[in-house]
């Protein structure tokens, strides 16, 4: 967490301490007012000068014009300190956050899978926010605090030090009882953090899935189900509310002892003759002071506790193992152990078509026996270390161009998990994926490359690759696309590859003129305001504009009607012909025009061939 927090400061850490200077300055300039008004108290009373900065104060007007352009600087100065220094630390705390979104979003997909969405919103909202509200201008009110406390004790101790176990007093008991009440204070808050998390999954769960609830009628359950899971928030909440508040009066009641104390002292002083006027004066306004400042200083570390809670779970997640062969942008500034954009070697030229469809993948350059475009090699999957087999041994070649393979099988057979493996989407123990003769990188482990050229008739072997990159190779079409609040030609073309001028030929292919006319038409989250069909037409759009050599459908065409079915296909065979379209399809007629046909049982290939030869048999054992 020091290393985060230094990571957030570099560059800005001369600036800090500038404002913090001016701060520390600045609050001395305030804070010694008190000194100034004592000795005016004193030549009042009995004539004496005041001396302050080497300069005899030996006037009304001159206390007056003192204390006046002391209060103005100090003023100003605290002005400029407030704003620089909690702007650079609103920043240094907005840095931590975009680090962490860079690596969230390349985390692995097991991830998603062992964590609720409740627990990753918490940790970007509520803990997020805690530490926001303590290290940005908070930080600065209580620096300024500690600042105030420093010049107490040097303007306590100039003008009388008999004042002085007062204020130690207050600061050793003060510490005692924040001692007391620190680990409960803390294991509060961390319960606290974590009861929210439910309650957040479960309201994304019910939003997600209105619709079933209403249509089955489960509002009460799901209902009740939150009101308990909130209610158990509330009940943390009240309990750690009111240890914070056993905290606070513990506080108080220190205070009005010490207050008490210090007016007996001070009678018994001026009594005595030890004490003047202007030094009751001082010690009543810096030591009662002091006491509500060393109040506020303990409470506001109870919060900062609670700030660094969320800057520990914050800073987990800059840890935490993005996917294997994924690379962060150059934007990341924190030098995690992660491979950066930065780090990749510069890619040697190549054969341009060989460069445009492999791109700069790590690969293991294997005997060139076979023409095949793609092929899996012995390819063994399983979701975890210790959990069953899903894929099993795979043995596949799929032809080069114009290849159109489908892939059957019933339920569980192992179709959505083959395709994941295509993608990626999790680490594979066993096998080998090859394009073009090149492994996929992170398809089975891995051989140590180095950029060196095999021959003149062989392709260089890169040592640097991105698992994006990779991905780049396959265009999808999944049941049901996904989209995002925004216009019709964001949604198409997120990266602006095409442009408006071939998005909207595009549309007029998919039939949709209305839809090229209208390039800034909203579409709502998710694409709800579009049917099935349409949406099933956006994401071809989007497959086209990609124009990628690999088309995988799964399942795409299952929730359509049959003449958006028969658009798409015809629009599949004619403007991606000469592309590998890869068909997961319970639909058999789907099938029919493929030029091979897969059928998995079990996690394994039970037969390939013709459409002719593989539908009958399978219809046979439905």
Not at 517 to 526: H, N, V
Not at 603 to 621: A, E, N, W, Y
Request: with cysteine; proline share 5%; aromatic share 12%.
């Amino acid at each position: 967490m020091i290393k985060t927090l230094y990571w957030a400061l570099k560059g800005r850490l001369i600036l800090i301490i500038f404002f913090s200077l001016i701060g520390f300055l600045s609050r001395g300039l305030l804070i010694g007012s008190s000194n100034v008004l004592g000795g005016w108290v004193d030549f009042l009373t009995s004539g004496h000068p005041f001396v302050a900065f080497s300069y005899s104060l030996q006037s009304s007007d001159q206390f007056i014009l003192f204390l006046l352009s002391a209060s103005g600087i100090g003023f100003l100065s605290t002005w400029i300190y407030r704003i620089g220094f909690s702007d650079l630390n609103a920043l240094m705390i907005s840095s931590i956050y975009d680090e962490m979104t860079y690596r969230t979003s390349r985390y692995p997909s097991s991830f998603f899978d062992q964590n609720s969405s409740g627990r990753i919103i918490t940790r970007f909202s509520s803990d997020y926010g805690n530490v926001f509200r303590l290290f940005g201008g908070p930080l600065a009110e209580f620096l300024s605090i500690i600042f105030d406390l420093t010049w107490m004790l040097v303007f306590l101790t100039t003008a009388n030090p008999r004042f002085l176990p007062f204020l130690v007093a207050s600061i050793v008991l003060h510490s005692l009882i924040y001692k007391h009440f620190k680990s409960s204070l803390r294991k509060n808050r961390q319960t606290l953090s974590q009861a929210r998390s439910p309650g957040i999954s479960h309201f994304v769960e019910s939003l997600n899935g209105a619709t079933s609830i209403r249509i089955f009628n489960k509002e009460p359950s799901f209902i009740t189900r939150f009101e308990r899971l909130d209610r158990d928030y509330i009940l943390q909440k009240i309990k750690t509310v009111g240890r914070m508040t056993q905290f606070i009066a513990s506080l108080n009641f220190l205070a009005f002892l010490l207050y008490l104390s210090m007016a007996l002292f001070g009678w018994w002083g001026l009594n005595h003759n030890i004490l003047t006027i202007g030094d009751l004066g001082i010690a009543f306004g810096l030591v009662a002071l002091s006491g509500n400042t060393v109040q506020m200083f303990f409470e506001w570390l109870a919060q900062f506790e609670e700030a660094i809670v969320g800057l520990e779970r914050l800073n987990e997640y800059l840890y935490l193992p993005i996917e294997p062969g994924t690379v962060l942008p150059s934007l990341c500034k924190f030098p995690t152990p992660h491979q950066h954009d930065s780090d990749l070697t510069p890619r040697p030229d190549r054969d341009s078509e060989k460069r445009d469809l492999v791109g700069s993948l790590r690969v293991e350059k294997r005997p060139t026996t076979t023409e095949h475009d793609l092929q899996i090699k012995d390819l063994w999957f399983r979701y975890h270390n210790q959990g069953p087999w899903i894929l099993k041994g795979i043995n596949l070649t799929i032809p080069s161009s114009n290849a159109k393979v489908g892939i059957i099988g019933r339920t569980g057979a192992g179709k959505s998990t083959l395709i994941q493996c295509l993608f990626q989407l999790y680490p594979i123990e066993k096998g080998n994926i090859y394009i073009h003769n090149f492994v996929l990188p992170l398809s089975g482990p891995q051989p140590h490359v180095n950029t060196e050229k095999i021959n003149s008739n062989q392709s260089y072997i890169y040592q640097n690759h991105t698992l994006e990159q990779a991905r780049r190779l396959f265009s999808y079409i999944p049941q049901d696309p996904q989209f995002f609040r925004g216009s019709l030609l964001e949604n198409i073309d997120p990266l602006n590859q095409a442009g408006p001028e071939r998005v909207s030929q595009i549309l007029n292919l998919i039939q949709r003129p209305e839809w090229a006319q209208q390039l800034d038409r909203p579409i709502a989250e998710k694409g709800k305001n579009y049917s099935a069909g349409e949406r099933q037409l956006l994401q071809l759009a989007r497959v086209l504009v990609q124009d990628r050599p690999f088309i995988v459908m799964d399942e795409a065409t299952s929730n359509i009607d049959p003449t958006t079915e028969n658009l798409i296909v015809k629009i599949l065979n004619q403007e991606l012909k000469d592309r590998t379209q890869i068909i997961v399809a319970h639909r058999l007629s789907t099938l029919l025009s493929c030029t091979h046909v897969i059928w998995l049982d079990q996690g394994q290939v039970k037969m390939i061939g013709t459409p002719d030869q593989v539908l009958p048999q399978f219809r046979s054992q439905l």
